[in-house]
Structures are given as C-alpha cells and as structure tokens.
C-alpha cells in the first residue's frame, strides 16, 4: 500500500501596522512586513523492509527408484547428483521422513521463499510450506524438465513423519509400505496422497539448504 504523506507549511507572517502620524510632526513610517514562516519540513520516508532471505531451489528427480534409497544418505546422494548435473549450487536433501526423524528436523526452516529451477515460487517460506497448500505444484526436475507421477516422501505436509510403516526407514523394497507424494498437487497430497508397497519405483522430491 503507498502511503502519501503531506508536508505541512507554515503560513506567511502578517504584514505590521503603520506607524500613527505624530501630531504636528513628520508621519510615522509604516511598519516592516512581519518575515514569512519557515517552510514545514517534510515527513521522514518510511524505512524500508528487510531484505528478502535468498530463495531456496526445489525440485523432483528424473530418476526413479523403489523405497530401497539407502536412507538419509542415499536419498540425498541421488538430491545432491541431480543437482550437481544441472549445475545448481548449494547441498539438496530430500523430502524423506523415517518413523523416527521428521523432515522437518533433517531440512532447513527458511524464512524465505522456496522456488521451482524456473523461479516459480511454490512457498513463501516454511510456514507457508507446511501449511497444506503450495502456491504451485513441485513438478520440474534440476534441469527444469517437466516430471509427473509420485514421489517417496515418508512425510505428512506438516512434515512429520507418517507414522505407519517406511519401508525400512527407506532401505529395503522387499516388503511393508511408504507414503508417497505426487508432483501434479498442490493440496496436502502433494506430500501425502497414498502409501504405496516399498517396491513401487518412485521419484524423490530435493530441497536446496
């Protein structure tokens, strides 16, 4: 919102009365004109905002794999290669929960927007991504190549762990089930639509911190 702000000027000073004619004498002088008021200051502009904390790249991988993704180690391996590919800076780890550790303690909390490998903002900041509903589903990869389907999560969209079954804490397809996310939503489902058997071969979605 602009917010105009009015400078408030003095007025002018009033002129001073003539000087009353003596008697028998030469007539007064007229008095000196009263000097104008000083012109009001005008109102400090506002500061401006913070600076906006720097976006943070999301993307979902072009490779798929069953629940067998190594765990911690192995799914942000596969985050940290697909980046390193495309040329994008900074570490990636996935949107991946176990029974015990959430995402929302492996992944860094921004306070700042969370943006698609084209610049489309899908958060605002953290807050904003835990609250049910992105601004724009996460369906580009690191190249920026448009990917569908379902993506490994183990993750509620508050980012706490589904707490149900995760295939091993995500090492094993052999048997058991995981929760999934799809890349065509921006409801909850985005992170939590089905739970699918832990041999499903699925995508990852990657979070840069």
Same mark, same amino acid.
């Given at each position: 919102?602009?917010?105009?702000?009015?400078?408030?000027? @003095?007025?002018?000073?009033?002129?001073?009365?003539?000087?009353? +004619?003596?008697?028998?004498?030469?007539?007064?002088?007229?008095?000196?004109?009263?000097?104008?008021?000083?012109?009001?200051?005008?109102? $400090?502009?506002?500061?401006?905002?913070?600076?906006?904390?720097?976006?943070?790249?999301?993307?979902?991988?072009? @490779?798929?794999?069953?629940?067998?993704?190594?765990?911690?180690?192995?799914?942000?391996?596969?985050?940290?290669?697909?980046?390193?590919? +495309?040329?994008?800076?900074?570490?990636?780890?996935?949107?991946?929960?176990?029974?015990?550790?959430? +995402?929302?303690?492996?992944?860094?909390?921004?306070?700042?927007?969370?943006?698609?490998?084209?610049?489309?903002?899908?958060?605002? =900041?953290?807050?904003?991504?835990?609250?049910?509903?992105?601004?724009?589903?996460? =369906?580009?990869?690191?190249?920026?190549?448009?990917?569908?389907?379902?993506?490994?999560?183990?993750?509620?969209?508050?980012?706490?762990?589904?707490?149900?079954?995760?295939? +091993?804490?995500?090492? @094993?397809?052999?048997?058991?089930?995981?929760?999934?996310? $799809?890349?065509?939503?921006?409801?909850?489902?985005?992170?939590?639509?089905?739970?699918?058997?832990?041999?499903?071969?699925?995508?990852?979605?990657?979070?840069?911190?």
């Amino acid at each position: 919102m602009l917010v105009f702000l009015m400078a408030c000027g @003095s007025t002018d000073g009033s002129g001073g009365s003539g000087g009353s +004619a003596g008697v028998g004498g030469e007539s007064g002088s007229g008095g000196s004109a009263g000097a104008g008021g000083d012109g009001g200051t005008g109102g $400090s502009g506002g500061m401006g905002g913070g600076v906006e904390p720097e976006a943070l790249v999301v993307f979902v991988t072009s @490779s798929i794999q069953t629940a067998a993704l190594g765990g911690f180690d192995g799914a942000d391996a596969t985050c940290a290669g697909e980046a390193t590919s +495309a040329g994008l800076e900074g570490e990636f780890k996935a949107w991946l929960s176990t029974l015990d550790t959430a +995402a929302a303690d492996r992944l860094t909390q921004s306070s700042g927007p969370y943006v698609l490998t084209d610049g489309t903002r899908i958060a605002d =900041n953290w807050n904003d991504l835990i609250d049910n509903q992105l601004l724009a589903p996460i =369906n580009l990869d690191a190249m920026g190549r448009s990917q569908g389907g379902d993506v490994w999560t183990g993750t509620l969209p508050s980012g706490q762990p589904y707490e149900e079954d995760d295939c +091993a804490g995500y090492t @094993s397809d052999s048997a058991g089930k995981g929760l999934c996310g $799809s890349t065509g939503s921006t409801g909850s489902s985005w992170s939590a639509a089905t739970d699918p058997p832990c041999r499903t071969r699925l995508r990852l979605f990657c979070f840069e911190q």
